[in-house]
């Protein structure tokens, strides 16, 4: 699969990227993407995801669950597009896609919307999350991307409404609330399952000792 959309760090709302994912569905509850920062021969590696059913999520620990960002708001918005598809193509496949989650880590800050990249891969990973909520992506950046991809988010949007009807409730919908000063509504289907566990923001320090990251 080849998909385009977003993301945000959890840690630091601000960092918005577009990512280019390309992924192996290893079956079908489990998949992982090499993320990119476009589609052609400069592109650069700038993270991966994870992708996992919702019968998978279900397994988790608790405590697990704060790393894995909910995905019915990217496909019911028609924010994730996959580049080259028909729209009727596209919406079969990423109707698999409807109530499953995503553990994205970013290693180099590439293209972050409003900043200069970074030359390599600077500093700590970041954790990233969804975009949930109508107004969160950058009015320009969404733009941007739907001339270059030839697309028409609003349009995906409405052909894929139907899908609502296969969506439940999530955790990590609101995990960024009051972080977006522009956040509106959502399409119908997306909404946040109360699960408490979804929404901290993991921090990270390092120990003394040796100097390897540790979570706290």
């Not at 090499?34 to 589609?39: S, W």
């Amino acid at each position: 699969m080849h998909l385009n959309g977003f993301h945000a760090a959890k840690d630091d709302p601000a960092m918005v990227m577009e990512s280019d994912h390309y992924c192996n569905q290893v079956n079908q509850d489990f998949a992982q993407c090499a993320l990119f920062d476009g589609d052609g021969k400069d592109a650069r590696l700038h993270g991966v995801e994870y992708i996992i059913s919702e019968k998978l999520y279900s397994r988790l620990p608790p405590e697990e669950k704060l790393y894995w960002h909910p995905h019915n708001f990217e496909v019911l918005s028609g924010e994730l597009v996959m580049p080259g598809l028909p729209p009727t193509v596209e919406k079969q496949a990423l109707k698999d896609k409807i109530n499953s989650y995503g553990k994205t880590w970013h290693f180099w800050k590439t293209g972050v919307h409003g900043e200069q990249p970074d030359p390599l891969p600077y500093g700590p990973p970041h954790l990233a999350w969804s975009f949930n909520h109508d107004g969160e992506v950058p009015t320009e950046l969404l733009r941007s991307r739907d001339k270059r991809r030839n697309t028409d988010t609003a349009q995906r949007r409405q052909h894929r409404a139907d899908l609502a009807s296969l969506a439940k409730p999530q955790g990590g919908v609101d995990a960024l609330a009051g972080k977006f000063p522009h956040a509106a509504g959502a399409p119908v289907g997306v909404s946040d399952n109360g699960d408490p566990h979804a929404r901290p923001v993991p921090t990270f320090g390092v120990t003394a000792a040796d100097g390897t990251p540790k979570g706290q």
